[in-house]
């Protein structure tokens, strides 16, 4: 089944729901900001026309039923200070990839574990999938232990994987597993 629409997450400080139109301004100041985009493979936005064109690659790729990208709704600002994402749904094998940002503002506040712990729960339960990967530059340390600190494990290195603001770039891959995150949660809770 491809991914069905979810309702909006709700956690202590976040609400984490689909992406809207009206979240491209503040979502500006996320992905416009060089230091967060530094080990993506992507560049940073330089002006609202390249957040819209984002904007529409994410409802087609949505439409396709192979995407969810959400959004990090901060509630007491009620802005948007992050995005996370499920995608590469590969249905026969129930499998998806996770991706996510944060504003530099909110870096070290512990809001992405809130927010990816909320979005895990709906990966493995609601939407059933029965195993997440994420692939992550070497040198991005707090997206490493992010992982870690959610259960991944480090099963390899992709030589070469992406291109980096041009230069290719080794990716290590982790995984979770459903089983491996309804164990770790017993654990957390
Ligand atoms: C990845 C990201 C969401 C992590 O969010 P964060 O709020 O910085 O996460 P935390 O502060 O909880 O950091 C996680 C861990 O990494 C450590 N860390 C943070 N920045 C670090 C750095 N520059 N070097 C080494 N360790 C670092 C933290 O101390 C923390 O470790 P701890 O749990 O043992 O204390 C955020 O850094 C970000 O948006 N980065 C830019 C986008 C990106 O790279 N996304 C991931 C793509 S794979």
Redesign the pocket.
């Known amino acids: 089944v491809p991914f069905a629409t979810p309702a909006p997450l709700n956690t202590k400080r976040l609400i984490v729901r689909l992406v809207d139109e009206g979240d491209l301004a503040s979502l500006m100041e ?1 992905n416009g900001d060089p ?6 493979p992507y560049h940073v936005w330089q002006s609202m026309a390249e957040a819209r064109l984002w904007y529409e690659r994410m409802c087609s790729l949505q439409l396709a039923g192979n995407t969810l990208q959400f959004v990090l709704i901060d509630k007491r600002s009620a802005t948007a200070i ?1 995005t996370c994402l499920l995608f590469r749904l590969e249905e026969d094998s129930a499998r998806a990839e996770l ?6 503002s ?8 809130e927010a990816l712990r909320a979005l895990l729960d709906c990966a493995f339960d609601k939407l059933q999938l029965r195993r997440l990967e ?4 070497p040198r ?8 870690l ?1 959610l259960g991944f494990v480090q099963e390899g290195l992709l030589r070469e994987r992406w291109l980096t603001k041009g230069e290719p770039t080794d990716v290590n891959i982790y995984g979770l597993l459903r089983n491996e995150w309804l164990a770790h949660r017993e654990l957390r809770n």
Request: glycine letters at 12%; charged letters at 15%; aromatic letters at 12%.
């Open positions: 996320v230091e967060v985009t530094r080990f993506l992050g991706g996510y940002v944060l504003a530099r909110h870096w070290g506040t512990g809001v992405m574990f994420a692939e992550v530059n991005n340390l707090a997206s490493h232990k992010l992982l600190k």
